[in-house]
């Protein structure tokens, strides 16, 4: 899948032209938003002690850092996957129960995706017109409604099933359920709400500061406000669709900025250079982390 996306990518582009955009590249716009995302990776890190201080775990900075690169890292090879390693890091390294840390990471998600949907709101206020029309060619009420009273009623009957086992393996996923409910229930018991509702915006304002500082990278693209966060939220939901938007990145980024006018052709360079920045990023420092883990927790 990603081998196609990329081949239908470049199909707008010839590869000597986009070999020659990132040889005429400002890199000093590229190091600028890099930084950003590093900010922002360090804050998610730093974000994550809140979690889990109600649990009764202090785990070290350093080891949150490394935890979260290591994710994002797993993430590029398997989608979502990476939640599971972070969790396991600490496991191994701080003694926090898997299903408990892994359930602060859900309960981080949901606050993730709480900024995700205000970014968009946002922009609903800015480009009413396209999300308007976005929403009513790609989604059908009648089947989301459906969908929702399935899902809802399986729910319920799975968990009334669940809270009555005793024994066997129902009895395991009691266990799993109820540890993981106290991991995302610890957003409700933190004492610094505050510190944590400060770094979840910073992180995300991060996020669209590395996307807007990389946009001078190309001479003479010219993205509006809306079209930056339009880009933003089109290059996120196609990082969440595939291994870290491989392939389909760039497809979505030129799409969204070709609602503004925007050429192909730079605006296709423009979501190759930044989605090899973010996962050049990625690989780099989740590699460093990965081989970094075991030196640093020698100990364990």
Known sequence: MGGFLVWYSISNISIDV??????????????????????SHLSRAYRWKFMLEPLGFKPKFTNNVLAVLVGYLVNLAL????????????????????EKGFGTIVAERIADLIMMLSIMLITLFVQFDFIYELLTKNFNPTK????LVVVILGFYILTSVV???KSGFLLKIKTFVSGLGEGVT?????????????????IWVMY????????????????????ILIGFIAGGFSIAATNGGIG?????????LALFDIPTEPATAFG???????????????????LFLPIYNKNK
């Open 18 to 39: 986009l070999i020659e955009y990132f040889k005429e590249a400002n890199y000093s716009w590229i190091v600028l938003g890099l930084f950003f995302g590093i900010l």
């Open 79 to 98: 989608p979502r996957a990476g939640e599971v390693s972070r969790a396991l890091v600490l496991t191994n390294y701080e003694d926090v129960p898997f």
């Open 144 to 147: 989301i409604i459906t969908g």
């Open 163 to 165: 809270k009555k086992a």
């Open 186 to 202: 610890s957003i409700f018991k933190m004492k610094k709400k505050w510190a944590f509702i400060f770094h979840t915006v910073f």
């Open 208 to 227: 669209v500061c590395m996307f807007w500082a990389t946009i001078p990278a190309i001479e003479g693209l010219n993205v509006p406000f809306g079209g």
């Open 248 to 256: 389909l990145y760039p497809i979505a980024v030129a799409g969204a």
């Open 272 to 290: 190759w250079i930044m989605w090899t920045a973010q996962t050049a990023m990625i690989i780099i420092f989740g590699g460093l982390a990965f």
